[in-house]
């Protein structure tokens, strides 16, 4: 199986390091996207967005053979949502590392702009849920590679047509928030929650994890992205 691995914001393909061997010792081909405009300045990358990182990903996709599977962490997921949604009978299964599918005109977040991109804001930015398994030293590493994103990438809205994209399987492996509560507001289907209320085949894992399991334990990570590959 093609499985495509889009990174979070701050991150590029090197984020799946530790991740990539053992999904590749299990048979699979491995292809672990750079964004457009991450790490680039504001004069190169103040045009791209959130379409852009979503093309990138539909030209993987296209440059595959056969099905593929979509892994997506954090913002990524965002992203390929938006790929399977511009290629849903190319894609055998979606895998959402601890972030949930979008609806139509849903964004990322907003982050601050500084010189007309956006910096890692710093792990005080974050809950203490979400990066409590992250010792410093993986910190401090992490911090130290981040890249800036393009100013118009997390707050653009993402624009789905083909409502197939439902009926692709979906495999969300969830780091922090438990998935008895995930379950409760697919049941409320509260509006922010729609798309997620939508999906026809869907699997919930426990990572046990924080927002970053690619650095805190990536061997269990990869497990489960094997796993989902071969539903």
Known sequence: MNIILVPGLWLDASSWDAVVPALERSGHSVHALTMPGVGVPAAQSDRIGIADWVDAVVDEID?????????????????????ADARPERVARIVFVDTFPPGDGGSIWEFPVVDGVIPFPGWDFFEDQEIADLDEPTRARVAATAKTVPALVPTDP????????????????????PAAEIRDIIASAPDWAEELAAVQDLDIVELHSGHWPQFSQPDNLAAEIVSAAGR
């Not at 439902?166 to 928030?177: I, K």
Request: proline share 2%; glycine share 18%.
């Open 63 to 83: 440059r595959s053979s056969g099905l593929v599977v979509l892994v997506g962490h954090s913002g990524g997921g965002n992203v390929v949502y938006g790929a």
């Open 158 to 177: 993402l624009r789905l047509h083909d409502e197939r994209r439902r009926r692709v399987p979906v495999t969300m492996l969830t780091g922090t928030v």
